[in-house]
């Protein structure tokens, strides 16, 4: 079946850095879009990034564009979310999630990992 488990959450100041993981298993990764969401707290769910199959492509909220990177790595099965000059509104629970054939709508979805921001 399909799993996603996000990693590498955590406590970090403002203007740091954190890298998030995410490993994949059950499907063919390298066969479709993978994003990346985030749940701030009282908040909905906020898309924040998305990345073709290959890699070549990505795609980013205006909120997170120009401080966060996704990446991945298919040989690895592992999604990753280089986020820098952190800030504290980033502070929220992040998903990786798998996208339905290229819908950019999300069939599957990790636990999450907790990441916060504060001096």
């Known amino acids: 079946q399909v799993q996603l488990v996000e990693s590498g959450g955590g406590l970090v100041q403002p203007g740091g850095s954190l890298r998030l993981s995410c490993a994949a298993s059950?499907?063919?990764?390298?066969?479709?879009?993978m994003h990346w969401v985030r749940q701030a707290p009282g908040k909905g769910l906020e898309w924040i990034s998305a990345i073709r199959e290959n890699g070549g492509t990505t795609s980013y909220a205006d909120s997170v564009k120009g401080r966060f990177t996704a990446s991945r790595d298919n040989a690895k099965n592992t999604l990753y979310l280089q986020m820098n000059s952190l800030k504290p509104e980033d502070t929220a629970v992040y998903y990786c999630?798998?996208?339905?054939?290229?819908?950019?709508?999300?069939?599957?979805w990790g636990q999450g990992t907790q990441v916060t921001v504060s001096s």
């Open positions: 999630a798998k996208d339905l054939r290229g819908s950019w709508s999300w069939d599957y």
């Open positions: 059950g499907f063919t990764f390298s066969s479709d879009w």
